[in-house]
């Protein structure tokens, strides 16, 4: 089932008549799930090719390295995520573009629970990962809401905090949608269709956000 070794070994060339290696689309996704579960440290290029099914030195023969095809896997899936994240129109109601940027980050954490897995891991340590995360995604993320969140602050609307604070309470209660076997001990059902996991993330957002801009109500 596993491609076979190619014998030059170069990043992105891999041989073309190779058999059973999947789809980018599904190494791509497979490898998310793998440094979502694993953690990188634990995600070894044999692990990795025992999980997408082909040779061992599959990794290598295509991406180069385990470093790069992690970069490959995360430029997949967050440069999805980023590209859905609508930017704000100019002159909106900054507690409306909090809402909807909230709204929008954990309706697509839940449709990516193994991103959201990745990302809890990797921002825990102090990595050269992080900064690539963090100047590629996550910065040019929190700019569409920055800005909306220290007019608020500065207007009385939310109260004042660190910026990083803001930023936590946001994202830390994503735990709460992907966290399976944690939820399901609490009372969430095991099979759930899209639509109520969607549900539980609006209702989520609702909770977060109201919190966020209680200050306005006193």
């Not at 909106?92 to 697509?108: A, L």
């Not at 050269?128 to 963090?134: A, K, V």
Request: aromatic residues 6%.
């Amino acid at each position: 089932m596993g491609d076979q070794p190619s014998t030059t070994r170069r990043p992105g060339r891999p041989r073309a008549d190779s058999t059973g290696v999947p789809a980018e689309r599904d190494v791509l996704l497979r490898g998310l799930e793998a440094f979502a579960t694993l953690g990188y440290d634990r995600a070894s290029a044999r692990e990795l090719a025992r999980r997408l099914g082909v040779g061992p030195t599959f990794i290598n023969d295509r991406y180069g390295s385990k470093a790069a095809y992690w970069r490959a896997v995360v430029d997949a899936a967050l440069g999805a995520q980023l590209e859905g994240m609508v930017p704000p129109v100019p002159g909106s109601d900054d507690e409306d573009v909090v809402r909807q940027f909230v709204m929008e980050f954990y309706r697509v954490s839940v449709g990516r629970p193994y991103l959201a897995m990745l990302m809890a891991d990797e921002s825990a340590q102090d990595t050269e990962r992080l900064d690539y995360l963090y100047q590629r995604y996550i910065e040019p993320t929190l700019a569409l809401v920055v800005p909306s969140i220290e007019r608020l602050m500065a207007s009385g609307g939310m109260a004042r905090v660190p910026l990083d604070v803001v930023v936590f309470a946001i994202i830390a209660p994503v735990s709460g949608l992907v966290q399976e076997p944690l939820a399901r001990r609490l009372g969430r059902p095991e099979h759930m269709q899209q639509a109520d996991r969607h549900a539980r993330a609006e209702a989520l957002a609702g909770l977060v956000v109201d919190g966020l801009l209680a200050a306005r109500r006193h």
